[in-house]
């Protein structure tokens, strides 16, 4: 039989054809591995280029990324539904950002439902003579503006009220109106104005029962009241983006460890391997639990320690690019916010770090990890992983996804949606 010349050209078309489409498959499915892996601009063999695709899947687990940012869903209360009164409610805040958050909303309901103007805090740090003005950290308009038509506000007493003749008044956490009418109105009725103090009888930042128009004062004052002053955002946003630079392997990611030695040292923070459950887990436990849920050993690690301890030298073993506030903040900015022994600066960098890192592994039980977590939940940021004793080689890390989050029962939860 006769071979036709047509049909043998056309097969040899069809098959270089063929040949091609399959070389352009290959070069599309390699220039994406290419593409996708994290902070690289060399070439890549294909030996790497396979590890380092499994390199990046398996992040996807351990980092997550972002849910939706949520809207904020309380609404505002009128101020028209309060008896105005002629007196003031003044306060400080105290001992760190995770605890001015807390003290605002206290003071903005106290203030709130007596009636009374609230006068601008000032801030205290823990040593003797450490007093600052509010807006050495935070935004004062920002402040004023939000708590329009809420609560009158001045930014300070007037002259003929003598500081000394206040009376001092301590309320609870999460104080109540029926508390506040039993125990502190009484005694503003009889002096004319107060002065308070918030205690923290426990940790307790759950969600309540039924909504009331106090949480509507309160998730205002929390989360809708205090932003930093100027120089101190951009000292934070800078170093945030260090870290960011310095996690190109991770697609610009990056942890924040609540981990402070101090802290650690304090009683009742230890416990022991057969505890159930622990208050605090010390560098090497931290490292053993991230290296377990899936972490690489080239992931970034920011640490709220403020200067090196050699406690945390096997977190950087396993962990290199693990640092401290004083190895990435600005050299211009290293004198105010580190060498001037303020304690209360350096909280505040950590609290504001830690609540916009990729991942949040509070090591340490408390306040900080609460109001940090519920900062991160109104952004979106919920990947708050809480460490635990792993006896396994590894394990997932949403097993350790912090109840606040898993079980949404967060205060935070009442006040976005």
């Not at 002096?191 to 004062?217: C, H, Q, W």
């Not at 930093?228 to 392997?249: A, C, F, G, N, P």
Request: hydrophobic letters at 35%.
């Amino acid at each position: 039989m006769g071979v036709d010349l047509r049909q043998v050209v056309a097969g040899v078309l069809t098959l270089t054809m063929f040949v091609m489409l399959i070389h352009m498959i290959k070069r599309d499915h390699f220039d994406a591995v290419h593409d996708k892996l994290p902070g690289t601009t060399e070439d890549v063999s294909f030996e790497s280029a396979n590890f380092d695709t499994t390199h990046v899947r398996k992040n996807i687990g351990v980092w997550k990324g972002d849910a939706d940012e949520l809207k904020p869903c309380w609404i505002k209360p009128s101020e028209d539904n309060v008896e105005q009164t002629e007196g003031f409610v003044t306060f400080s805040l105290t001992n760190g950002p995770e605890y001015h958050i807390s003290q605002i909303a206290d003071a903005v309901i106290v203030a709130r439902s007596l009636g009374a103007t609230l006068v601008i805090p000032d801030i205290r740090g823990s040593q003797p003579g450490d007093k600052r003005d509010f807006e050495d950290i935070y935004d004062v308009d920002v402040f004023m503006k939000s708590m329009e038509g809420v609560v009158r506000v001045a930014k300070g007493l007037p002259s003929r009220i003598s500081t000394h003749k206040i009376a001092a008044v301590k309320v609870p956490n999460r104080v109540t109106e029926d508390y506040i009418a039993t125990h502190v109105e009484p005694i503003y009725r009889s002096k004319g104005s107060v002065r308070l103090a918030t205690y923290f009888p426990s940790i307790n930042m759950r969600k309540a029962g039924e909504k009331s128009d106090a949480d509507s004062v309160a998730c205002l004052a929390m989360y809708g009241s205090l932003e930093l002053q100027q120089e101190t955002r951009d000292l934070v946003d800078s170093m945030v983006e260090r870290l960011r630079t310095l996690s190109r392997k991770s697609n610009g990611q990056f942890i924040a460890v609540d981990l402070r030695v101090e802290m650690l040292d304090k009683k009742g923070c230890q416990g022991s391997d057969s505890d159930k459950e622990k208050s605090c887990f010390n560098a090497q436990e931290v490292a053993m639990f991230l290296r377990k849920i899936g972490f690489e050993k080239d992931t970034t690690i920011y640490v709220t320690q403020s200067r090196w301890d050699e406690s945390l030298d096997f977190l950087k073993d396993l962990f290199p690019k693990t640092y401290t506030k004083e190895s990435i903040i600005p050299a211009d900015k290293k004198k105010k916010f580190l060498d001037s022994q303020d304690s209360e600066l350096e909280k505040v960098i950590d609290y504001y770090i830690s609540s916009e890192s990729d991942v949040f592994v509070p090591a340490i039980s408390g306040l900080f990890y609460a109001n940090v977590a519920g900062k991160r939940i109104g952004s979106g940021k919920s990947q708050i992983l809480v460490p635990a004793n792993i006896p396994d080689s590894s394990a997932s890390a949403s097993n350790f996804l912090s109840h606040y989050v898993s079980k949404k029962n967060h205060f935070a939860y009442s006040c976005y949606c």
